[in-house]
């Protein structure tokens, strides 16, 4: 069975602790700097960047972990981790997977909000 | 237990995440404090170094100054040094955590954050502080604040080191038929304005007060730290000691109370300088043949009939603007040969 794309425990306990309006506006704030982090990623990579990639992956993954997106957490750790090598040995598909489970995790986190 | 919400602690967020900065300010303005936020290392810097805050959570991750560049500065900052910083950070790897650790970091948590973590490790944080700043506040109170500068910087250890400087001893004369001619509450209350000026008199002019004895002041310049003309620094501090005493006789006799003198003696040349005791209780001293003669010389203004008398190596270290007349040699108990012995005029010009 694949990970959900938001463990719901974890994003529970943030509404319980946060306040569920503060947790709109956080979400809110994350579907902002979410699309910023993967245009860092893909600029840094392009330029070869190895610091700017790090930690924009290391932000990525940060925030995936506060939301309980754990797929997406477990993807930018891996990045952030392994740095710009394997990502360039990939021509980019491994930003484009990115980039999909990010996506996933939006539109997951769109509805949670408002639940 | 400390209650945080009573002295409005003020906390730094120190993030270049939005989110992250977000979640923890909630977290903490939650848990009632003040919460600033700054963005990376070096606006948390430039914020630190212009308002003052009771604690730091810090990122590790940050462009332009990272979290590691922050810690180093504080570490080598006198006036941030002693300000707590949590590491709130997903560092991978415990290397980066011990590094923190090394750098000054008072406490490492990983994020997420658990906020019940976090306000335990908060509280744990300040009560630390609170203590520290208590002993700070003692310190200053129990010892002169060269010394207490002397004492954070480079430690406490027994033993002392060679210097040159201007030992000073001063007391009341007659100071045993006053204190027996009213009460003690009086005597005590006469004893503290009196300090309260000499204090003032010497710590203006460089010298470090190593000794009270009932009515008597020892006092040392050009050690713990260096002063290039403690001579005239201990001469001048003297004569303003003087005419210190002179104000607050106009202040006693109107109040119709019994006036004060004082007599001054002043030596200078080489010593040694440092801590000495037990480890459990020690005192900052000077020590050496100088001392012995400034002592001398205090004792002798009362045969002498002046109120300042200084030493030989004094008198050649002063400026021309200081009026001295030689008194001749002195035969002091345990020295071999007699001492030169001047009085300065306590008038300054």
Redesign the interface.
């Known amino acids: 069975m694949p990970a959900p794309t938001i463990d719901r425990a974890t994003f529970d306990e943030l509404k319980d602790t946060a306040g569920a309006e503060f947790v709109v506006e956080l979400v809110d704030t994350f579907l902002v700097e979410g699309p910023a982090m993967l245009d860092d990623l893909r600029r840094s990579l392009a330029a070869q960047n190895a610091d700017q990639f790090r930690r924009a992956a290391h932000s990525l993954k940060s925030n995936s972990n506060t939301f309980g997106a754990l797929t997406l957490a477990a993807m930018a750790k891996e990045l952030e981790l392994t740095g710009l090598a394997p990502a360039l040995a990939a021509n980019g598909a491994t930003l484009d997977a990115l980039a999909q489970e990010y996506a996933r995790v939006a539109a997951a986190l769109t509805e949670l909000k408002h639940a | 237990m400390h209650d945080e919400r009573r002295g409005g602690t003020r906390l730094l967020v120190v993030d ?5 900065r ?2 923890l300010t ?2 903490l303005e ?1 848990q009632g404090h003040a919460v600033a936020t700054a963005e990376n290392g070096r606006i948390a810097l430039e914020t630190l170094r212009r308002e003052s805050f009771d604690l730091v959570l810090l990122d590790m ?3 332009e100054m990272n979290g590691f560049q922050v810690l180093e500065q504080l570490k080598g900052d006198l006036q941030l040094r002693d300000v707590p910083v949590i590491v709130t950070s ?1 560092l ?1 790897g415990i290397d980066n955590v011990v590094r923190c650790i090394e750098l000054g970091a008072e406490d490492y948590l990983p ?2 954050v658990n ?1 019940v973590l976090l306000k335990a490790r908060i509280g744990a944080s300040l009560e630390k502080k609170r203590l520290r700043d208590q002993q700070k506040v003692l310190l200053r109170r129990f010892a002169a604040p060269e010394v207490a500068q002397d004492l954070q910087s480079s430690g406490f250890a027994l033993g002392g080191k060679r210097v040159q400087a201007s030992v000073m001893f001063s007391d009341i004369r007659g100071f045993t038929s006053l204190a027996e001619s009213q009460p003690p509450e009086e005597t005590i209350e006469l004893l503290n304005t009196y300090y309260e000026l000499m204090f003032d008199a010497i710590s203006s002019h460089g010298g470090v007060v190593t000794l009270m004895m009932g009515d008597g002041l020892m006092s040392v310049f050009g050690a713990p730290v260096p002063l290039p003309d403690h001579g005239e620094s201990a001469v001048r501090s003297a004569q303003e000691m003087v005419e210190l005493v002179d104000l607050f006789n106009v202040e006693r006799t109107a109040a119709g109370k019994p006036t004060i003198r004082i007599g001054i003696g002043i030596a200078s040349g080489e010593m040694v300088a440092g801590y000495t005791g037990t480890n459990k209780r020690a005192t900052y001293t000077c020590i050496g043949d100088t001392v012995n003669l400034a002592a001398r010389l205090e004792t002798h203004t009362k045969v002498a009939q002046r109120v300042i008398l200084i030493d030989e190596a004094t008198r050649s270290s002063l400026s021309e603007r200081i009026a001295v007349e030689p008194l001749g040699p002195v035969p002091f108990k345990g020295k071999a040969a007699a001492v030169e012995v001047f009085a300065v005029d306590p008038a300054r010009r």
Not at chain 2, 16 to 20: A, E, F, G, R, T
């Open positions: 270049d995440n939005k989110v992250n977000l979640l909630r977290s939650q991750e940050m462009p997903s991978e994020k997420p906020p």
